[in-house]
């Protein structure tokens, strides 16, 4: 999955200062992240991680990205809250009888610009999404949308490719800010969190089914801790340090490495149960910001998701290995 040898930039060394950084960034469109000297070492190591790649050109983002054609790519996105419109501000003030009102008044809004004379146009100064992470194999690639200022068509294909499945934790806020600000609708999402309650649900009795969190999930499938102080603390929109960049691929390749694993632990669940465990528990797609079922109704329409169709909890408890 090299790009172009030409693109190559020399490995950013620990010490060097922000202007040169800033230079690489401008020469090469990317540089690559230096392996951090604190306790994030032993978690690269641990999620056999070996190269973050930080990308801030949309050709350079396309070269690396084309590559990708099928599996399972672990995804995430870093975000800032979104500024409204003038129009989207006067919806949000209206005096509706009820919040479905409100709802259906932004839908309508919506699909007058995407389908308007020349398209949608993505503005990037009200844009709250900041980076989006991309994790195959041992390479995380985080794509600075903030500095790209525009959307790969290589980054678009992987989100609506229904070949290609991504992995994450609490993807429907994901799913959202991809919608407010991008206008796309993702297909096939897999929540490694879902999985993983899924592997274990005696040990969550007495709660109701839900995505375990990237920190639980990654301590309790994989054995390793995560830190996810940084994300209370980083600016996203702002100028990012090597640490906010390791912080944010770390999430894309823990996400990739426990679909990994889960995938085996739930097979091997099934053969002792000797039941299967549906698929659509913990897959989906997305329309308007909202997570749909993969399969559409008898009349091609598309069905929301929830976590009630998992058979195994009801009433807010885990009730038993149910069909």
């Not at 005696?202 to 995505?211: G, I, K, L, P, S």
Request: aromatic letters at 8%; glycine letters at 6%; hydrophobic letters at 40%.
């Amino acid at each position: 999955m090299d790009a172009d040898a030409t693109h190559n930039p020399t490995t950013t060394e620990e010490g060097e200062d922000k202007e040169l950084k800033a230079a690489k960034e401008r020469m090469h469109g990317w540089r690559k992240i230096p392996v951090p000297n604190d306790a994030n070492r032993q978690v690269l190591e641990a999620l056999e991680l070996s190269e973050i790649i930080y990308v801030v050109n949309e050709n350079i983002a396309n070269e690396y990205l084309q590559y990708i054609t099928d599996g399972p790519v672990g995804f995430d996105t870093e975000f800032t809250g979104r500024k409204p419109s003038v129009a989207e501000t006067q919806i949000m003030g209206m005096k509706a009888h009820s919040p479905t009102a409100k709802k259906n008044a932004r839908s309508v809004l919506q699909y007058l610009e995407l389908f308007k004379d020349g398209g949608f146009n993505i503005d990037w100064e009200r844009a709250g999404l900041c980076t989006v992470q991309i994790c195959v194999q041992s390479t995380t690639w985080v794509l600075d949308m903030k500095k790209i200022r525009a959307l790969p068509q290589e980054l678009k294909r992987i989100m609506t490719d229904p070949d290609i499945t991504l992995v994450g934790v609490g993807l429907v806020s994901d799913v959202n800010v991809i919608w407010e600000d991008l206008r796309i609708d993702m297909q096939s999402l897999a929540d490694v969190g879902l999985m993983a309650m899924l592997w274990r649900p005696e040990d969550h009795a007495d709660e109701a089914f839900r995505n375990l969190s990237l920190e639980a999930a990654a301590q309790k499938v994989l054995g390793v801790t995560i830190d996810k102080g940084r994300q209370k603390t980083t600016t996203w929109s702002e100028e990012l340090s090597d640490e906010d960049i390791t912080y944010a691929a770390i999430d894309a390749a823990a996400s990739l490495r426990l679909f990994e694993t889960l995938v085996s632990c739930l097979a091997e669940k099934e053969t002792l149960l000797e039941k299967n465990i549906p698929q659509s528990w913990y897959t989906f797609n997305s329309t308007e910001g909202e997570l749909t079922r993969t399969k559409k109704s008898f009349r091609g329409g598309v069905i929301g998701w929830s976590t009630r169709d998992c058979t195994w909890f009801v009433g807010g408890k885990f009730q038993g290995y149910f069909p």
